[in-house]
Structure formats: C-alpha cells, structure tokens
Nanobody
Framework: QVQLVESGGGSGETGGSLKLSCAAS????????MGWFRQAPGKEREGVAA???????VYADDVRGRFAISQDKLKTNLYLKMNGLQIAETGMYYC????????????????????????WGQGTQVTVSQ
C-alpha cells in the first residue's frame, strides 16, 4: 500500500510562486504513476500535472508553461512548482498515485483523470489572493 503526504500549501499572491511537495512511502515501483490534482470550491477535482512512467510531463492546458512537476529517482518525493499564480487556482491540492493508469498504450490521455488513480493524500490548501 502506498501512503502520500502533501505539504507546502499556503497563501500566495497573484503572480507569485509556491512549491508543493508529496512524500510517498510503501509499495513504490516503476509501474506507479503520480500526479497533482486540484479541487476548487464548488468544482470537480481536476488534474493539474502528472508524470508518465517514462518521465513525460503532462499538464492541464491552463497551467502549461507556468507549473512544473518533478520527482526524485526513487519516486519518494513528488513536487509541483507553481509560478504565476492565479486566483482561480485556489483550492485543495492532492497528490495521487495509480497503477492501472501507468500501464498499457496511449496513457497520456488518462493521466489527468482523477478516477484513474487509486491512492490519494489528504491534500494541502492553496489560497491565492490579490
């Protein structure tokens, strides 16, 4: 079983930066893919960024070029560097891990879909103000 713990959330100003971290423990192996998801008030949980098994970075259209996802070699730490923060990006940010999403062909279209992941952290709140 995989356990995930997020940290690094807090308040930020519009245009500012934050870096989120996710510490992973348990059954971490090469067939696990991980990503970041956001649930804003009154909205469904949505994918922000994810890493495919080959290291390919996948981003939501509205954060591409501003956010950067990264991971250490052993997959024990996942990061999300958030630049140019916008008010609409306020929400609870969750780290997630999945196995089925990490196998098979044409994985990228599924990597930002929350229902493809089975393990979730408790989340870290990000609040962006003017």
């Amino acid at each position: 079983q995989v356990q995930l713990v997020e940290s690094g959330g807090g308040s930020g100003e519009t245009g500012g930066s934050l870096k989120l971290s996710c510490a992973a423990s348990g059954d971490i192996h090469r067939r696990i893919c991980m990503g970041w998801f956001r649930q804003a008030p009154g909205k469904e949980r949505e994918g922000v960024a994810a890493l495919d098994s080959d290291g390919t970075e996948v981003y939501a259209d509205d954060v591409r070029g501003r956010f950067a996802i990264s991971q250490d070699k052993l997959k024990t730490n996942l990061y999300l560097k958030m630049n140019g923060l916008q008010i609409a990006e306020t929400g609870m940010y969750y780290c997630a891990a999945g196995e089925t999403v990490c196998v098979g062909w044409s994985r990228e279209p599924f990597l930002l879909q929350p229902n493809e992941y089975g393990t979730w952290g408790q989340g870290t709140q990000v609040t962006v103000s003017q």
